[in-house]
């Protein structure tokens, strides 16, 4: 069967629209209630590999390429100030001092039918910054507030 015909290459492109997020104790796998997994917002979904060049000598053509290091991006997620306070309590916990208090997460696309089509996971997720709303009485826009997360792996989950 030639490539263009394998089921894989015939989908459809995804709405980015359609995606519930969840956590779970980076340890043991239990699920962990964070915001309820209610965000209007994920940006950040990025791996860089930075290439060492190497240089030989006699070569003039070129560098050759090699794999380098892998950074991750900062993972923000957004959503309309509730009264939930989860995600502003996960924060403050890590940042009075419980380091050690990560959770894994995991970004579900799904399709128009509600079935999930695309998994991210991200390991050992750690919040670096909480915002909370900017507060305008003259205003009438919903507050929102922003999670921001650092990790150490952005995995592409296969069922």
């Given at each position: 069967?030639?490539?263009?015909?394998?089921?894989e290459n015939l989908l459809q492109?995804?709405?980015?629209?359609?995606?519930?997020?969840?956590?779970?104790?980076?340890?043991?796998?239990?699920?962990?209630?964070?915001?309820?997994?209610?965000?209007?917002?994920?940006?950040?979904?990025?791996?860089?590999?930075?290439?060492?060049?190497?240089?030989?000598?006699?070569?003039?053509?070129?560098?050759?390429?090699?794999?380098?290091?892998?950074?991750?991006?900062?993972?923000?997620?957004?959503?309309?100030?509730?009264?939930?306070?989860?995600?502003?309590?996960?924060?403050?916990?890590?940042?009075?001092?419980?380091?050690?208090?990560?959770?894994?997460?995991?970004?579900?696309?799904?399709?128009?039918?509600?079935?999930?089509?695309?998994?991210?996971?991200?390991?050992?997720?750690?919040?670096?910054?909480?915002?909370?709303?900017?507060?305008?009485?003259?205003?009438?826009?919903?507050?929102?507030?922003e999670l921001h997360l650092a990790?150490?792996?952005?995995?592409?989950?296969?069922?």
């Amino acid at each position: 069967m030639p490539a263009q015909d394998l089921p894989e290459n015939l989908l459809q492109p995804l709405h980015a629209f359609r995606f519930h997020v969840s956590f779970s104790n980076a340890q043991g796998g239990d699920s962990v209630d964070v915001c309820s997994g209610a965000f209007a917002e994920c940006t950040g979904l990025e791996a860089t590999m930075e290439p060492k060049v190497i240089k030989a000598g006699g070569v003039n053509y070129g560098a050759a390429q090699r794999p380098g290091p892998v950074s991750f991006a900062t993972v923000v997620l957004k959503r309309g100030m509730t009264t939930t306070r989860d995600a502003f309590k996960w924060f403050q916990l890590v940042a009075g001092g419980a380091y050690a208090y990560r959770l894994s997460a995991e970004i579900q696309m799904q399709d128009a039918a509600g079935e999930t089509v695309v998994t991210w996971g991200l390991d050992k997720c750690m919040p670096v910054k909480f915002k909370a709303s900017d507060l305008n009485a003259k205003g009438g826009d919903i507050g929102v507030e922003e999670l921001h997360l650092a990790h150490e792996g952005l995995r592409l989950i296969v069922d």
